[in-house]
């Protein structure tokens, strides 16, 4: 029977494992936490793997996963593959691992026995073995001497600046490690060219150089592609007529931080060339243009916004066609990262260099298309490490049916080499018919990461297809000299997504709830509700498709659509490490959330949260939420009773003790509603649904009588509630009554049973197989001892009759005959499905009764109840709603006034030049300075108050001063629709200062604040001059106007550190604020930092910031280090109390780096001893005294 077969299939796997090398169970446990009491084999092969977890570092799940699409559409585990049939197919287990170079090395090896990589770990313990143990093979004195005739050192160093960086004689790297990475020896040698011509047949273990020197003896062999050419570039001078054939650039800039790598290339172009940007938001264009131009980038210029979707062939050949063809020879580049590949940026460089490397390159490339009219793509020789993958095709059957699509004939679809990458130039000509036919992106999937199998991998192969098709040439080229581009300085790199693992917040453990519930305490008190700010704690996620999870993002899916910014913090996801692929894996399993929804992991300090509201998910996300104190209210999503999942002891109370905490209940149904209600909280509920776009009905299954009937079963065993011996124990029952049936049994893999009865395994499917399953059985049978689940639903959506165990909870739910209720006894569910199957009648009402139990509910309509719960929770608990309306801009608004607000306390003699700066503001708007002083002594008010006119003063006591309330105070005494804030030690640097800045109004219709650019005092040290410029060169990169549905460019990652603190810097040095907007939102009562706050708060409602970079004002500090130390203990306290954020993890690393950095600028820059050493005290004093506090 086949659930034998599958077991004695699964104890062969297990014993493969466990016998194989590439299983590590020391590892395997503390890497993913997994008990002793638990098979560590038995593990990994049923749940790990899924989870993406690695059996030992020496084989890379996700990868393999990754690299081989055929595994990943099998199912099967990939180790498993890998020692049936991967390894001796010489598959990579890891990027790390060339098994074809070390079976070349070692060919007298066994694969019948022993994958590679098992005999390099067995030979070498690890896959280091090019640097020890056993030689590749013996090399003939001969056959170097003869091969030195072909090898060319300086193409080879000039290629390889590895080999160059170990200080390698370049003839031995190439004998011993490089003839088997595909590298080239010389331009006129291509490695993998010949090998597989020629070695390959003829070497036998030897190496490729012995075979040569044999072949060279016999004939004059063929070492490079006919369509290959070698490029000398050395002597040519470089051609300033001009080219006349008009070329365009374009590049796709997905990663838009990369564009310094391109900006050094694009000044090798012609002037009248065209260069074409395209991006995938709005703000990554805004970021490259603004880079462009810093940089001198003189050529015509247009950086367009296309959607994310085809990788970087749908922008080209779709995105910006209008462009390209309307030149004679386009290059199309990408910023291409390769995240699956450890050798990704290598790759870059190389195609980069050998595209726009140097002027004398384009030159050449340009002249190659004019002298030759046939010629029709160009494109830099295959970079090494791509070469063996170029030579497996996996996307023929894509490849064969598009050319169909044009018209093309099978033959058409041969080609020798194409360009891996897609980077290329191409006659435009040449691409019409391909252009011709892709005027959308229909054809294109949905970005999800891959790593091939798309119709954009596939077009890039087609391409030179087409190229040939269209009667060009296609040739390949490589310089005997690599000149290399030299990114530009200045430009930002991209934010990392990783986070390390929290250690407060682990699971199913009392440790958890060591500290008591905190109040809540939000700085605000108003709420946007078309725009809530909702964050969520849940339970971190595997591949599988939970029930539980997919409805939370389901939820979180459709709060998006409704307008909502939604920020997941998983608990316990060390497993992923990195966010941003957590991210993209909740994409790819679960549901396809957008950009606003940033995902983030748990931090041990949950003072990072932030939000409107927050909801926990489980009992066990609950306790970190109750510590959370920056959010208006705290929710409770509870699908399920959680105190029923645990005996009668520590963990149930541990659950139980969660209703207690004061959150506001959104319960999952009825049932649950009640038993809070009953418990005197506040609660709601929404409803569980099936998503009909998946789950319907099907073509009518044929009678039963000539067959035995088929039941679904829902059989995860490992969770109790499901009771799923009670089913198998009911169905051992029914077999021994003679009763024709199978069981389909879902919901977990390799299930080993103690029960005999007619069964066919099915494992975990996905939503459209376990749709397929239901519309292919008679019966389902479900069972929720608790809270009533999914299934049933899903069932019923599929028109299958469903048997439900009779409980308090199932029966609040199904109240008009939607299924059949059964005793919890086997002997009773037995008798409910054997009435049930033979009674057609009551099938086909049960079955049009669940039909429209499940119309009548859907997502939306649930993610409605819970957004509606939200908002009635907050108005209840005295928060108000605030609809932000666009504002007049200032060119618009009649009788336009502004104020200068000034609080003051001391300011010293200094404080002249401010006042004169002001004094002499040339503006077209009337505008007035208003001082506040705070009990000064040396004369600051007296100074202002002899200034007269426009100048006015008044005073409170020193004691009432504090940041937000006095600059509240200003703002609301003053008499402008627009009140520009300085501090005493701010001074405006022209006098175009204050009519730039209250311009930035004019940028967005939302604007509430404006800011501008700091400049160190002339007089003050060039450490800090550089430290400012540095800072807001940077923000004058970003976007004019900041919004949270605008955001920032993508190398921030949204949600991180750098992300939020870029988002709410805001500085009142220098910053302007809209009455109107302040009148909604002033100030909060804080000591310090309410500018920051202040903004945070402004963009969480939905007003937008505006940067003025020409809006200058000198502000810079002359600190001494006890100064330096006071004023960053206050910083540090600040962003730790209010935002959780620890400015310097690491103090020791943080101070090294700092001081390297700047004794490399004091030598650059000639600064005398004696300020460096100041610097280096203040650099110690800074970091010292942000740490004293940033761990509170």
Same mark, same amino acid.
């Given at each position: ?464 297809? !087409? ?351 939607? !299924? ?373």
């Amino acid at each position: 029977m086949i659930f034998l077969r599958r077991r004695k299939s699964f104890r062969r796997h297990v014993g493969m494992i466990r016998k194989s090398n590439l299983f590590n169970r020391t590892f395997y446990r503390k890497s993913y936490g997994i008990g002793r009491y638990i098979n560590a084999e038995k593990h990994f092969h049923t749940i790990g793997w899924k989870k993406g977890f690695r059996p030992s570092p020496f084989f890379d799940t996700q990868f393999y996963l990754k690299s081989y699409h055929d595994v990943q559409e099998i199912g099967i585990n990939p180790l498993i593959h890998y020692l049936l049939d991967g390894g001796p197919e010489l598959r990579r287990p890891t990027d790390d691992f060339d098994p074809k170079a070390f079976y070349a090395a070692h060919p007298t090896l066994d694969l019948s026995a022993k994958t590679p990589a098992e005999h390099c770990v067995a030979l070498y313990g690890s896959y280091r073995w090019r640097l020890r143990g056993e030689a590749p093979p013996a090399t003939s004195a001969a056959a170097e001497a003869t091969f030195k005739s072909v090898f060319d050192a300086d193409f080879y160093r000039s290629h390889h600046p590895d080999v160059v960086d170990a200080n390698i004689d370049p003839l031995q790297h190439f004998i011993h490690f490089g003839q088997f990475e595909s590298r080239d020896p010389s331009s006129a040698f291509e490695s993998f060219y010949y090998h597989r011509t020629f070695a390959a047949l003829e070497s036998r273990g030897r190496s490729l150089i012995d075979t040569y020197h044999e072949q060279v003896q016999r004939i004059v062999p063929q070492t490079a592609s006919a369509e290959s050419i070698a490029v000398d570039l050395r002597d040519r001078a470089t051609d300033t007529t001009g080219s006349a054939l008009r070329l365009c650039v374009h590049a796709h800039c997905f990663y838009p931080e990369l564009i310094k790598e391109l900006i050094p290339g694009f000044h090798n172009l012609l002037p009248d060339a065209l260069i074409v940007i395209t991006a995938v938001s709005a703000a990554d264009a805004q970021f490259i243009a603004r880079a462009m131009a810093r940089h001198a980038v003189t050529q015509t210029t247009e950086v367009r916004v296309v959607p994310n979707r085809g990788r970087d062939i749908g922008p080209f050949l779709v995105g910006c066609q209008d462009l390209w063809r309307a030149c004679d020879v386009v290059l199309h580049l990408h910023t291409k990262v390769s995240t699956h590949v450890s050798w990704g940026e290598e790759w870059r460089h190389y195609l980069f260099d050998q595209t726009l490397g140097s002027k004398a390159l384009v030159d050449w490339v340009l002249e190659s298309f004019a002298a030759d009219p046939t010629l029709g793509c160009l494109y830099p020789r295959n970079f090494h490490r791509i070469r063996e993958y170029v030579n497996v095709e996996q996307n023929s059957a894509t490849i064969d049916a598009f050319l169909a699509v044009l018209g093309l004939p099978a033959a058409a679809g041969v080609q020798p080499d194409y360009p891996a990458g897609s980077m290329a130039w191409y006659r435009s000509a040449g691409l019409a018919t391909l252009a011709d036919a892709l005027t959308t992106l229909d054809r294109f999937e949905a970005e999800a990461d891959q790593v091939d199998l798309t119709f954009a991998h596939a077009l890039e192969r087609i391409m030179p297809l !087409v190229v040939r098709a269209s009667g060009y040439a296609v040739r390949n080229y490589i310089t005997e000299h690599r000149a290399r581009l030299i990114p530009v300085a200045g430009l930002p790199d991209r934010e990392s997504s990783t986070c390390p693992p929290a250690t407060l917040w682990s699971r199913d453990t009392p440790r958890i709830a060591r500290r008591p519930p905190r109040p809540v305490a939000p700085v605000s008190r108003l709420f946007n509700p078309n725009a809530l700010d909702v964050h969520w704690i849940v339970p971190s996620f595997a591949q599988g498709g939970a029930g539980g999870h997919m409805t939370i993002f389901r939820l979180v899916e459709w709060l998006e659509r409704f307008g909502h910014h939604q920020t997941l913090w998983f608990q316990n996801a060390a497993h992923f490490h990195d966010q941003a692929l957590a991210k993209r894996l909740l994409q790819t399993w679960y549901r396809p959330i957008g950009p606003r929804v940033h995902v983030r992991f748990l931090s041990d300090d949950v003072r990072q949260i932030s939000a409107d509201v927050l909801i926990a998910t489980d009992c066990w996300s609950a306790y970190p939420a109750a510590q959370v104190q920056n959010v208006k209210d705290r929710f409770y999503l509870i699908q399920d009773f959680e105190p029923s999942f645990h005996a009668v002891g520590d963990l149930n109370l541990i659950a139980e003790a969660t209703y207690g905490f004061g959150f506001a209940h959104l319960c999952a149904g009825t049932w649950l509603l009640d038993r809070m209600r009953a418990r005197g909280v506040w609660a709601r509920a929404w409803e569980l649904c099936a998503d009909h776009t998946v789950y319907s009905e099907g073509a009518p299954r044929p009678p039963v009588a000539a067959r035995p009937i088929r039941i679904a079963f829902y059989a995860r065993e490992h969770t109790p509630r499901r009771a799923v011996a009670l089913g198998f124990a009911a169905f051992e029952a029914l077999s021994e009554r003679g009763f024709p049936f199978e069981v389909a049994l879902f919901g977990q893999a390799d299930l080993v049973l103690q029960y005999a009865f007619p069964h066919v395994q099915h494992g975990i499917l996905t939503p459209k197989e376990l749709a397929a399953l239901y519309r292919s059985c008679d019966l389902g049978v479900v069972f929720s001892t608790t809270n009533y689940s999914l299934i049933p639903l899903e069932m019923m959506a599929c028109g299958l009759p469903v048997i439900e165990i009779d409980t308090e909870s199932t029966r609040a739910i199904f109240k008009n005959d939607e !299924v059949t209720f059964a005793g919890p006894m086997p002997y009773a569910i037995a008798d409910a499905i054997e009435r049930l199957a033979s009674d057609p009648d009551r099938q086909a009402l049960q079955r049009a009764r669940g039909l429209a139990f499940t119309q009548a509910t859907s997502w939306e309509r649930s993610a409605r109840a819970l957004e509606a719960a939200l908002l009635e929770r907050l108005g209840e608990t005295g928060f108000t709603p605030v609809t932000v309306k666009p504002f007049p801009a200032p060119a618009v608004l009649t009788g336009t006034r502004a104020t200068v607000f000034i609080p003051t306390y001391n300011a010293g003699p200094d404080f002249i030049r401010v006042l004169d700066a002001l004094a002499g503001q040339a503006c077209e708007f009337p505008h007035d300075v208003l001082v506040i002083d705070s009990g000064s002594t040396d004369g600051t008010a007296e100074r202002v108050r002899a200034r007269g006119g426009k100048f006015r003063v008044e005073t409170i006591d020193k004691a009432a001063f504090q940041h937000g309330r006095t600059r509240n105070l200003g703002i609301a005494r003053s008499e402008g629709d627009y009140v520009a804030l300085l501090t005493q030690d701010a001074c405006p640097k022209d006098a175009h200062w204050l009519s730039a800045l209250i311009g930035g109004f004019a940028r967005g219709p939302r604007v509430a604040g404006v800011i501008g650019r700091h400049e160190a005092y002339p007089d003050h040290d060039p450490f800090t001059r550089r430290d400012l410029q540095e800072m807001f060169d940077r923000l004058a990169l970003l976007p004019n106007v900041i919004d949270r549905d605008g955001g920032l460019p993508s190398f921030l990652y949204p949600g991180g550190q750098s992300w939020g603190m870029t988002m709410q810097f805001y500085s009142d040095n220098n910053s302007a604020m809209s009455r109107e907007a302040w009148k909604i939102l002033p100030y909060p009562d804080i000591e310090w930092g309410e500018d920051q706050v202040w903004a945070a708060e402004a963009l969480r409602l939905g007003f937008q910031k505006a940067y003025v970079d020409d809006a200058v004002v000198y502000h810079s500090h002359a600190f001494d280090v006890a100064q330096q130390r006071a004023v960053s203990t206050i910083e540090g306290r600040f962003w730790a109390e209010r935002f959780g954020i620890d400015l310097h993890p690491d103090p020791e690393a943080a101070i090294r780096s700092m001081e390297e950095r700047d004794r490399i600028f004091a030598q650059e820059q000639g600064i005398p001893d004696h300020v460096l050493r100041l610097r280096l005290d203040q650099n110690r004093a800074t970091v010292e005294g942000r740490s004293d506090r940033s761990r509170a």
